[in-house]
């Protein structure tokens, strides 16, 4: 089945640490790829997203992400995690309509 | 910045009564949605929303649940007869329709959490 899957569950790291959350999408053809991020309590926020050109894309607070069309990829990257960035991270695609992964929660440690 | 307004930011009903979430979408959006998260588990499409009718929805969108836009401002979600598994958070989303402009992004509202006890 065409999917979204965010392939880490939990993720712990400490202040200062490189983080890397890995998506892939199964959907075939043009794709809108995006990642939000939901804070304890809070509801959806856009992160980041891709629609064409430079597959790097520069997001919110220090965020990218890169699309690897060969790959199905749109992992994304902050070389410095802050303990604010503790919350839940979703890969989404629009297929007709937004898709989320699994989320994935990322927990920092100070 | 425009916002969706969700209320009540949180619900409790008794299993079996009904229930009317709303939402505030931005004002020059044409496309809605309504989301739903069961705790612990990810963030699932019910339903969107386009020129006054239902353009998808998904298998959890059954007879119980439907959606309204009364009055050109108010978007709502009921459902008739909750059930214990209808305990989630719903959220609400609004975007501009294709042709409006390159931006895709949804907007969420903050969410309205529903206990069904």
């Known amino acids: 089945a065409q999917s979204v899957s965010q392939h880490n569950h939990h993720v712990i790291l400490s202040e200062a640490a490189s983080l890397e959350l890995g998506c892939n999408y199964s959907?075939?053809?043009?794709?809108?790829l995006f990642w939000y991020v939901q804070y304890p309590g809070q509801h959806l926020q856009l992160l980041l997203k891709y629609f064409s050109g430079d597959p790097l894309v520069k997001g919110i607070k220090g965020f990218e992400a890169e699309f690897i069309k060969s790959k199905f990829s749109f992992n994304l990257r902050k070389p410095s995690v802050q303990w604010s960035d503790t919350a839940e991270y979703f890969c989404?695609?629009?297929?007709?309509?937004?898709?989320f992964g699994q989320g994935t929660e990322l927990s920092v440690k100070p | 910045e425009p916002e969706v307004t969700q209320t009540p930011s949180h619900q409790v009903t008794q299993m079996g009564q009904e229930v009317i979430l709303r939402c505030v979408p931005i004002s020059n959006h044409l496309y809605f949605y309504w989301y739903r998260q069961i705790l612990g588990q990810k963030v699932e499409f019910l339903v969107s929303?386009?020129?006054?009718?239902?353009?998808?929805k998904s298998e959890i969108f059954d007879d119980q649940f439907s959606v309204e836009r009364p009055d050109g401002s108010n978007f709502t979600l009921k459902i008739r007869s909750t059930k214990l598994e209808d305990s989630a958070m719903y959220f609400c989303a609004s975007r501009m329709a294709p042709g409006q402009g390159m931006n895709y992004g949804y907007t969420f509202g903050s969410g309205t959490r529903l206990t069904v006890v």
């Open positions: 929303f386009y020129n006054n009718e239902i353009s998808e």
């Open positions: 959907y075939g053809g043009t794709v809108n």
């Open positions: 989404a695609v629009i297929k007709g309509k937004l898709i």
